[in-house]
């Protein structure tokens, strides 16, 4: 894996122990991070920056701004070009 | 992830662009700019500068965390890894240059320099040879502030301690929306520290300073959509902040995240490569956490270094007031293999991203 100082990629939690998580970055290979920073459940995405799980994906949230992004493709004019 | 595919759509990308044509002003420039080293890396590796408007200009900013670490701190790294200390850093810090020498170029001199993923690695690895003194070179943003705190409060060994070199990037930013001749007109906030930090933070920005603020995630259509919201609130005349990267960005960040870096850092006046002293930029460890600080321990302390090798254009290039290519050094006597300036070492240097580009 590439080592990336602000690079965050997404991975899956497979399974959590205390402060620790295997976590897969769609890869099939297991990894372990820290989870102290977040709240992850099984089965949730978290970005995973330098060994440590900084935040849990929303999927809700996800799905939201494909839906706003389309919004604002279809309704708003597209004038002026 | 079923969303990524979406958000790498390229038919989606050159709509995004269309809509971003129909709010750009007929006349004048825009001037936006990214403090991230994975904006630019994303801009530059999809090639999205080709499908804006010739009168926006998207810049890159400070945001790479090796390329602004001072000379100074590198050669306090040097310094005790020539004097037996084993010293740990980021992949991407080992070239980086200090006055004289980089840790790869001590590491030549039989110097135990070693790579380690992250700062838990590094623990793990003191905690097997505890008679060897260990020191991480603690590199990074917000992103990377917290992973030290919890390490620091799981209490390491004692054979184990840091230099603390995390910076604080939304100062960065303020000193550039206040620099006259770079007339900024609007930011794409970086979307990894925002993940901690919050919205908050950057409220400054539109209110006091007038610029469009939009925290942008690293997808492409992430950042042609931050473009397009940032065009839109300037043709609204109606600056403000807003988030695009909502799937991990909450307006108040990652709440414990803070709370640990409260508890071990303290913010202090720093020194960034290029760009010289901002107030309250740089993140500096507690009193009673002393034990783990390497300048203590070892007593090592370097006040000034020199930052800029001769020739290297560096400090201009991370403000965006020039690209690499008009570097009269770039690819020709500074490369990816032999690089003169910090911003051609690490994989988030926008020249190093420029040279992968070219
Ligand atoms: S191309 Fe090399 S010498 Fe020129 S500014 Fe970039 S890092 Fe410095």
Redesign the interface.
């Known amino acids: 894996?590439?080592?990336?100082?602000?690079?965050?990629i997404?991975a899956k939690v497979i399974s959590l122990k205390e402060d620790k998580a295997q976590v897969d970055f769609?890869e099939g290979v297991l990894r372990e991070v820290?989870v102290?920073?977040?709240n992850a459940k099984v089965g949730d995405?978290v970005?995973v920056?330098?060994?440590?799980a900084?935040?849990?994906?929303?999927?809700k949230?996800?799905?939201?701004?494909?839906k706003l992004?389309n919004e604002?493709?279809q309704v708003?004019p597209?004038?002026?070009? | 992830?079923i969303?990524?595919l979406?958000f790498r759509d390229p038919e989606?990308a050159k709509?995004?662009a269309?809509?971003i044509?129909?709010?750009t002003p007929k006349e004048g420039t825009v001037k936006i700019c990214h403090v991230?080293?994975?904006h630019e890396w994303t801009i530059t590796h999809f090639g999205l500068r080709n499908l804006l408007p010739l009168n926006v200009e998207v810049i890159a900013g400070p945001?790479?965390?090796?390329c602004v670490t001072p000379a100074s701190e590198i050669d306090e790294a040097v310094q005790l890894a020539l004097k037996g200390v084993v010293v740990m850093c980021?992949?991407?810090v080992l070239r980086v240059s200090g006055s004289e020498m980089s840790l790869l170029d001590a590491k030549a001199k039989g110097a135990d320099v070693r790579?380690v993923?992250?700062?838990?690695?590094a623990v793990k690895m003191a905690q097997k040879e505890p008679k060897k003194d260990f020191v991480f070179l603690a590199?990074?943003?917000e992103?990377?502030a917290?992973?030290t705190a919890?390490e620091i409060l799981n209490k390491p060994p004692n054979n184990f301690s840091f230099l603390v070199s995390h910076r604080v990037i939304p100062p960065a930013m303020k000193l550039l929306a206040e620099m006259e001749d770079l007339s900024l007109n609007g930011f794409i906030a970086?979307g990894?520290?925002s993940?901690?930090i919050g919205l908050e933070p950057y409220e400054v920005f539109p209110k006091v300073y007038g610029m469009p603020t939009v925290v942008a995630g690293f997808e492409p259509?992430d950042v042609l959509?931050g473009v397009?919201m940032i065009l839109k609130q300037l043709r609204e005349n109606k600056p403000r902040l807003e988030n695009?990267?909502?799937?991990?960005?909450s307006w108040e960040g990652?709440m414990?995240?803070q709370e640990?870096m409260q508890k071990v850092f303290s913010v202090a006046d720093g020194n960034w490569r290029g760009l010289g002293n901002i107030p309250s930029s740089k993140f500096m460890l507690n009193r009673e956490y002393a034990s783990y600080d390497a300048h203590l321990k070892h007593d090592v302390n370097v006040e000034h270094g020199i930052d800029i090798q001769h020739g290297c254009k560096c400090h201009l290039v991370i403000i965006g007031k020039i690209k690499p290519t008009e570097c009269p050094l770039f690819m020709k006597a500074c490369t990816p293999q032999k690089p003169v300036g910090a911003c051609m070492v690490?994989?988030?240097g926008t020249c190093r991203i420029w040279a992968k580009a070219t």
Not at chain 1, 54 to 59: K, S, T, W, Y
Not at chain 1, 78 to 81: L, M, Q, T, W
Not at chain 2, 63 to 66: D, E, L, M, S
Not at chain 2, 117 to 121: A, E, F, Q
């Open positions: 894996m590439l080592i990336v100082m602000c690079l965050a997404p769609g820290n102290t920073l977040v995405y970005l920056h330098a060994g440590y900084i935040q849990v994906v929303d999927a949230e996800a799905l939201e701004t494909i992004w604002i493709l708003e597209e004038a002026n070009i | 992830m969303e990524k979406r989606l709509r995004v269309k809509k044509h129909t709010v991230c080293g994975t945001g790479c965390p090796v980021f992949g991407d790579i993923y992250g700062v838990s690695d590199i990074g943003f992103t990377t917290p992973s919890v970086p990894h520290v993940t901690i259509i959509f397009y695009e990267y909502a799937r991990v960005v990652n414990k995240a640990l690490s994989i988030e």
